[in-house]
């Protein structure tokens, strides 16, 4: 009688895949030395298996031992290091950690020039990255003591913003983006720094002429003194390069009408409306253009609160309903959409609707 036997298969889970490429690459590093450039290929596939698997520790860890090694090989500068750059920066959007993101966004901005011409779209996307990630840290930070740090960004955002909007190859595809950027800047500066300025740059130390306006008061005080002209010349310039566009003259109509510049604020709404009038058939909070998103994968999700208001013709709301009363601080969320400025309704492309009904879902973020 033959005698029967019976195996077993052992299922190979995600994990043991990743360790046994782990084995194998630390075996083939002993082998060829710590350094050599054939283990990049191994090493990044590793990470790659990390990421699937959720091992964000060991992924990192990974993407850093292929980083080093390119910059052993390739230098400092090396383009080598690009590709995996971009493999932390999705792994840090994949464990929605931004304070990595914000620190590698940074360093692929330096490594493709610091948005320093002449541009190539790489850099130019660095940069964009960059300034968006920073942008998305500073909403929620207190900015209280912060003035240098804020007025250095400032000033990069700027200054890359004037350069690329004067390009000739680059200005037309990449004015716009960056000059919505600058504006997110002054709309986060109105909304948040109120006249605390602290600015360490007038200490007698540092009273140098370069650290100082005319007027001879800090420089932060001074910027959102003129707040309003500068971001009225940074829509201007963006319009005087695309005078026909909607995104651009609607930009500049919510500038006006936040700062309740009516006249102007309507007759650039009237021209945004002529090119997309469907738009104007309902009322929206400022601004739209440009809009204050957030990064999603940084941000808590908050509960959508169905909100019904009446909207006068000067954007201002009143009898504000919520749908839940169980929702969290019910009087604190009133006042925040109270504060609120909204752009009415347009009938005909015409002038504003002197009610206009909203109806519509907010999601409290702090």
Avoid at 142 to 168: I, M, N, P, Y
Wanted: with cysteine; hydrophobic share 40%; charged share 30%.
């Amino acid at each position: 009688m033959r005698a029967q036997t019976m195996t077993t298969e052992t299922a190979v889970t995600p994990t043991g895949v990743l360790d046994e490429a782990v084995f194998a690459l630390d075996a083939m590093q002993r082998e060829l030395g710590p350094y050599h450039p054939d283990l990049v290929a191994p090493t990044l596939a590793a990470a790659a298996l990390a990421t699937q698997t959720g091992a964000v520790s060991r992924a990192e860890e990974l993407y850093d031992r292929a980083l080093h090694t390119v910059r052993v090989n390739d230098g400092l500068y090396g383009d080598q290091q690009l590709p995996i750059l971009r493999g932390l920066l999705d792994l840090y959007l994949i464990s929605g950690d931004r304070e990595g993101f914000e620190k590698r966004a940074d360093y692929q901005f330096r490594l493709l020039g610091s948005g320093v011409p002449p541009f190539n779209s790489a850099e130019l996307s660095a940069a964009g990255e960059f300034f968006d990630v920073t942008l998305d840290a500073l909403i929620d930070a207190s900015w209280e003591g912060k003035s240098r740090e804020l007025l250095r960004f400032h000033d990069r955002v700027e200054a890359l913003t004037e350069a690329v909007c004067a390009d000739a190859e680059f200005g037309m595809d990449w004015c716009q983006p960056f000059s919505f950027r600058l504006a997110r800047f002054y709309y986060l500066l109105e909304y948040k720094l109120d006249v605390f300025v602290d600015d360490p740059r007038f200490e007698p130390r540092l009273s140098g002429a370069d650290w100082q306006t005319l007027e001879r008061e800090p420089r932060m005080e001074a910027l959102q003194r003129r707040l309003f002209q500068q971001g009225e010349r940074v829509f201007d310039r963006l319009l005087a390069l695309k005078p026909e566009d909607h995104d651009a003259l609607s930009a500049l109509a919510d500038w006006h009408w936040f700062y309740q510049k009516r006249p102007a604020a309507i007759r650039h709404y009237q021209a945004a409306c002529q090119l997309r009038p469907e738009r104007f058939e309902y009322p929206a909070p400022l601004p739209e253009y440009p809009a204050l998103s957030k990064y999603r994968a940084f941000t808590e999700i908050g509960v959508p609160v169905g909100v019904t208001l009446e909207i006068n013709e000067r954007g201002v709301p009143s009898d504000i309903v919520l749908a839940s009363l169980d929702v969290e601080g019910p009087l604190s969320l009133k006042r925040k959409l109270r504060a609120t400025r909204f752009r009415p309704i347009f009938d005909d492309c015409k002038d504003p609707r002197p009610v206009s009904l909203l109806n519509s879902e907010f999601v409290r973020l702090d």
